[in-house]
């Protein structure tokens, strides 16, 4: 790619057995540690309806809790999110299954494209058939339109297997938000540090404490 001042690195697989990002950048400190941190792994499903769906409650998202009766951990509407905005009048949602979820759903199926439709078929299932019929309009009702979620068609769906999902760390990663490696001019952040590990926030904490930490190397 060229030649940097400093290289930051944001993805720990990048350290991976079978990965060559660092292999030539030297930073064995960072590559044997991220080694031992292991993950919980996710189903995840993108489903796209041709209209918006009409539900009882204003909710762009939710959250289920408990396992027994379906593979599904949280929904969230996407184009609801800024920037997401969609000018055919259709809809998407992201799916993600509970942790549980990934290993009984997933057991005996091989091959990646089995694997991605297996995700698919089971999120968007449970969906479909757990979710919008507590939460959408009944025909009867008197909000109840042609436009109501009961009548929105699956346009397109796609499933994946989020093998990094959720890190483990190890109580090193966990007490530390960033890795800076000063006589390599290295810096790691990522969702694998501190104590809020395999959350959106702790990638966010984990990136500012990196930003910081270079920042007062490079004044």
Known sequence: LGSFDWLIATD?????HFRTDLS?????????GVRDIRSIKSLTAMV?????????TDIDGMEFEGSSSSSLGWAARDTSKPGRERADGRECW?????PAAADAVLRGVKGIENIREKARDVLVGDFLERVLPALSFDDDDEESSSSSSSSAVVVHAVGH???AAFPLPSDEYAGMDSQLIRDRRFVACGDYFGPLSGRVEGAYLSGISAAEKLCREIE
Request: aromatic share 10%; net charge positive.
């Open 161 to 163: 297997r989020w093998g």
């Open 48 to 56: 796209t309806f041709d209209k918006p769906l009409r539900l009882r």
């Open 12 to 16: 720990r697989n990048s350290a991976a």
């Open 24 to 32: 030539s950048a030297n930073v064995d400190e960072f590559r044997n």
């Open 94 to 98: 992201v799916l993600q299954s509970h």
